[in-house]
């Protein structure tokens, strides 16, 4: 199977696991597919936050399918 070739990067980042499922899951019916798992950062004195990537693929050509 050919490797896809992802024509969009995106960095969702949210301040809590809710708000990022919610913003994903739109995303995912826009034919955004996740890139990894969730990561987490801490900043002192600034609250923790939840980050997810998202991709789109190149469409795959007819002869592909």
Not at 22 to 37: A, E, F, H, I, K
Request: glycine share 4%; no cysteine.
């Amino acid at each position: 199977m050919k490797e896809r070739k992802i024509i969009e990067y995106v960095v969702i980042v949210k301040s809590t696991p809710e708000r990022l499922d919610d913003t994903v899951n739109m995303q995912l019916l826009n034919d955004w597919q996740p890139l990894g798992g969730v990561s987490t950062l801490i900043k002192p004195n600034n609250g923790v936050y939840f980050i997810q990537a998202l991709v789109k693929y190149e469409e795959p050509q007819e002869e592909e399918l």
